[in-house]
């Protein structure tokens, strides 16, 4: 009768490469030697932003916009963090600042 089939046996095996100079996937930056690329400002401000909305402190974040959730804590004496008030109001129109991580899910 032989050996149990697996789900694995109907794929081909394929041989991985080495990246570039001999970088492997798994190594960080700082092992190679490298200095690890500076964050990108925009990028920094979009996880200040990330972080806001995961802070419960502050209150429900679905259904509404980041700059109204700040005005609502800051309303009720929550103490939201200015740099978030900072930030949006420099982003007027993009929904990358303005919308939550939770915009595109429904209710």
Known sequence: MGRKRLITDSYPVVKRR??????SKGELASELGEEPQPRDEEEAELELLR???LAWQYGPCTGITRLQRWCRAKQ???EPPPEVWEVLKTHPGDPRFQCSLWHLYPL
């Open 18 to 23: 080495e990246g570039p100079a001999g970088h």
């Open 51 to 53: 972080q806001f909305d």
């Open 76 to 78: 009720m004496g929550l």
